[in-house]
């Protein structure tokens, strides 16, 4: 139900003839009388502001105008202000208000206010205490005021014995009502009655009747059922190729769906277009999407991106959901037509207002991303809340990224696992990566490396990158599984093939140490080569070591310096303490004990104790700088307090005989106590 509610606005002003004949068509004119207090123009001024019609979208400026003709006691305001506040569509989220603009409404008679009162009471929402049998109270109102949603509703509460006695009879009655209005839900609700003898006689050709009905809107569960329910036997087939023979556009969509799925015929993708396209032609929407999926993969028919965007935009211009969001996925790409990302934006809109899920998480990704429209991590958190909802997968591990990173609402550790969770439980390998970190790191559960390792696995083997490197860090230290050099080895490798620089940078450590794989120098240069040439810190620093000592190429202290380089200037501090004592030694670049200084500060600066410890015997020799004892103590101490051994024995002999601080014996043996437990802790028993 909850999907449906950011378009019920819209539909009722489609629907509503409220626009006063002496106004002009123009939001310029309607602002006028708006603004001289004219309540319907107000609301037709709100309306244009929901959906973006003559003016910028601004859900903020509809609320504005919603709320200045509801204060004035105008019903259909009222009840559209109340559905503003249940969905925080501009304006704060607030159920209890929503109830109070709903009661207003209701008051005056009208009947879309009552069905969401009743949805209010049966959900217990804004306050109320869940009361099915009041729910019910209020659906049956506006049913009969001929409120097709609301008889929908009470049907649905007719047979499952929601708030009243089950009475399937009744509920067809009210299937009935709604579905003849042209509501999708109903007529496959009706459908379904039908096929099952629910309330009603069985009769398969009434209950596909109604199903194709649905099926026509794009009803997704309507469509599924007659392709897995229906559509599977040989004569099926047979009835649909009479009817589609006769030109029947319905029987031609549906007799290029057997030909697309084997069903009651042979599979044959060319004569699935053949149908699709006699179909497409008479407008059916759902063959024109269908007709333009198979010109995108080329299946029954030459590949022709173009003729899939033509066929696509006569779907779409339909409302034929799915087709919109293709058509966004083509500007958005650039696929059969020049790439526009602000078409995308707009297709997806209309996709997505309309419920689809696909389309609602596109959106999303687009307010999340910025660009065409203004970036606004709180719009595609409430866009992917609304694809999440539906069960979308893709759309609960990004609403759960969004609450675990703070981005567009809150950081709710636990929430994010809670999406990340339901994605994961469909399959979604990302989202299985994701709570295998969670419960690694003991983000909104408590740490459990063993069930860490249990999704790391699952994505692993689906083939997600990151958790095949996550899986060899866990076997190659021991995490939540027995130590296992080779099986770390072994999913570095999977992982590093597909490009991922950490794990190339891991796989060329193991080659060069003999971890879990013969030695092989040559090996670690490659692998290691593969990651620093895409800047990640740790090779470049690795493949300057080995350039250095000669491990596997030959000695070059000029090309370790040039690796030291990439690495300090991204940031790596000890790259830059490497670089900086090339520099103050001459090791592959002119001896420049300046030059050594700058980059050593650069590296304590991110807390070293290596490059403090440099510092303070680049004082008490005046390398680069002017001689200074007393500094060169301060920066042994530094290094000291950071555990740093050599930093350690230099501070305790400075002590010992009076260098850069007044001799302390005392003081002396207790840092020189440290560095010999420093090294005896270094030293392998």
Known sequence: MQKKNLCAIVSIFALSSFCPPVFAESVADYRQAAEQGDASAQIYLGKSYFIGNGVAKD?????????????????????????????????ARDEAEAVRWFRKAVDQGLAEAQQALGNCYLRGKGGLAPNKMEAVKWYRRAAEDGLAQAQLSLGLCCINGIGIAKDETEAVKWFRKSAEQGNADAQYSLGRCYFYGNGVAEDRTEAVKWYRKAAVQGYAKAIDFLKNNIET???????YRQAAEQGDASAQYYLGLCYTDGRGVARDETKAVRW??????QGNALAQFSLGERYLKGRGVAR?????????????????????????ECYLKGIGVAQDRGEAVKWFRKAAELGDANAQCALGMCYAAGGDVAKDEAEAVRWYRKAAEQELADAQYLLGECYLKGRGVARDEAEAVKWFRKAAAQGLADAQHFLGV?????????????????????????????????????????????????????????????????????????????FGIVKDEAEAVRWCRKAAD??????????ANIYL??????????????????????????????????????????KDQVEGMKWLRKAEAQGLADAQYLLGVCYLNGFGVAKDEAEAVRWYRKAAENGFAEAQLSLGKCYAEGIGVAKDKEEAAKWLGKAKESYDKATPQ
């Open 59 to 91: 859900e903020a400026e509809a609320v504005r105008w919603f709320r200045k003709a509801a204060e004035q006691g105008n019903g259909l305001a009222q009840y559209a202000l109340g559905m503003c506040y249940l969905e925080g569509n501009g304006v």
């Open 233 to 239: 036997k040989k004569n099926d087939a047979n009835s």
């Open 438 to 514: 969670c419960y690694t790191d003991g983000l909104g559960v408590a740490k459990d490396e063993a069930e860490a390792i249990r999704w790391y696995r699952k994505a692993a083997e689906q083939g997600q990158t990151q958790a095949q490197y996550s899986l060899g860090v866990c076997y190659l230290n021991g995490f939540g599984v027995a130590k296992d050099e080779a099986e770390a080895v072994r999913w570095y490798r999977k992982a590093a093939e597909k490009g991922l620089a950490d794990a190339q940078y891991l796989l060329g450590a193991c080659y060069l140490k003999g």
């Open 534 to 543: 895409q800047g990640q810190t740790d090779a470049q620093c690795l493949l």
């Open 276 to 281: 699709y396209s006699k179909a497409a032609e």
């Open 304 to 328: 022709d991106e173009a003729e899939a965007v033509k066929w696509f935009r006569k779907a779409a211009d339909q409302g034929q959901t799915d087709a919109q969001f293709s058509l966004g």
């Open 549 to 590: 000592n000669g491990s596997g190429v030959a000695k070059d202290e000029a090309e370790a310096v040039r690796w030291y380089r990439k690495a300090a200037e991204n940031g790596d501090k000890r790259a830059q303490c490497a670089l900086g004592t090339c520099y103050a030694a001459g090791h592959g670049v002119a």
